[in-house]
């Protein structure tokens, strides 16, 4: 073999190398800048403006008020704070035909714009009486949260249980109006 031949074949070689070199490193790489710059340029048109997000928060915040004034429509009954929570319970328990053992207040929590007011309930009733207050206070004027319930058979009494109903009443802070002894 002559010189020319192998430098020939040896340039040969190495532009062979340098062309494999660049369509499996480069042309990878080049793909996942695309597909990188083509997720930014998503990311982006998802991004809003100062301007838009201030409009957003206020169209909200009128969603917001309008929810507030449906959820609390029916609350007109009862006064907006513990005390009407206290009374809605009470009148439950005796419109669902059950008797009252005890109604115990449990601790409030309060954030900027919810009260929230714990409470433990035992009554005595049939079945099918304790299923349809539960559902009367999940339905009914104030938000409430149901987080515990058991229920025991009374041995004494054929058909009745003692029930035990532990939950959350929430109600919107700029709907509040604290009792007298609050």
Do not use: W
């Amino acid at each position: 073999m002559t010189e020319s031949k192998k430098y020939r074949l040896l340039s040969l070689g190495v532009v062979a190398l340098f062309a494999l070199l660049i369509f499996t490193e480069i042309a990878d790489r080049c793909q996942e800048t695309v597909s990188l710059y083509d997720r930014y340029r998503d990311i982006q048109s998802k991004v809003l403006t100062p301007d838009e997000l201030s409009t957003k928060k206020n169209e909200l915040l009128a969603r917001k008020k309008v929810l507030a004034r449906f959820i609390n429509s029916d609350a007109t009954i009862y006064a907006q704070n513990s005390t009407g929570i206290f009374e809605f319970l009470t009148e439950s328990v005796k419109r669902n035909n059950l008797r009252s053992e005890s109604l115990v207040p449990v601790k409030d929590e309060a954030t900027e714009e919810i009260i929230v007011v714990g409470f433990k309930l035992k009554c005595t009733g049939v079945f099918h009486d304790v299923g349809r207050l539960v559902n009367a206070l999940e339905t009914g004027p104030f938000s409430m949260q149901i987080s515990k319930t058991k229920l025991v058979s009374d041995v004494r009494s054929k058909g009745n249980i003692h029930s035990e109903i532990e939950g959350k009443a929430m109600i919107f802070s700029d709907h509040y109006r604290p009792s007298a002894n609050e």
